[in-house]
């Protein structure tokens, strides 16, 4: 069985970026469960989440992940134009064709409508320097992120048409039968 990795660096379970990725992970085909969706280096300090210190259990198991995963789901916050530092100390860790072969869906969220280019220029270069097939991504702004009073995830209209539409491009990338593992 194909496994779809599910890997955000929204700053808590509860943030926007965690909740586009869970919302994400339950729309994908097939018996892929919506669990939530965690960074691995979330919880640890900065000085652990270098190429120059050891890792931590939970970055090696995501490290570990990475390495097994047949296809990518890859969620961040944009801050200043770029990913998010905790994503791109994660990339860091990540030896230079770890994403060879592997189609990625890429998600952010964002305050500003101005942030909608990061995922072309930011992300993509990094991601296919790792050798991602990187598929249609999807910005979303962050006040189009809402809970619903039921506790399901609600987005705004055009939000919603938009990624279900690159949720179907990128699940033409994947066999049929795929599961999600969430880090």
């Not at 194909?2 to 965690?18: D, H, K, M």
């Not at 939970?58 to 990913?83: G, Y």
């Not at 189009?144 to 179907?168: C, K, N, P, V, W």
């Amino acid at each position: 069985m194909a496994a779809v990795l599910a890997l955000t660096t929204g700053p808590s379970p509860a943030s926007r970026t965690a909740l586009l990725a869970e919302h994400t992970a339950a729309s994908l085909p097939g018996p892929a469960a919506p669990t939530p969706t965690y960074s691995p280096c979330a919880t640890c300090p900065p000085h652990r989440c270098s190429p120059r210190t050891p890792t931590t259990q939970s970055i090696a198991r995501a490290l570990r992940l990475v390495a097994e995963a047949d296809s990518l789901v890859v969620a961040t916050p944009i801050h200043q134009a770029a990913c998010s530092g905790l994503l791109k100390t994660f990339l860091d860790l990540l030896p230079q064709h770890a994403f060879t072969g592997k189609p990625v869906l890429l998600l952010a969220t964002g305050g500003s409508p101005a942030h909608v280019m990061a995922l072309d220029h930011a992300l993509h270069p990094v991601l296919t320097a790792l050798g991602a097939h990187v598929t249609q991504g999807r910005f979303a702004l962050d006040r189009h992120i809402m809970t619903a009073s039921d506790g399901t995830t609600a987005f705004d209209h055009d939000d919603e048409l938009q990624l279900g539409r690159a949720i179907e491009q990128f699940a033409r990338t994947f066999p049929p039968h795929a599961h999600l593992t969430a880090v």
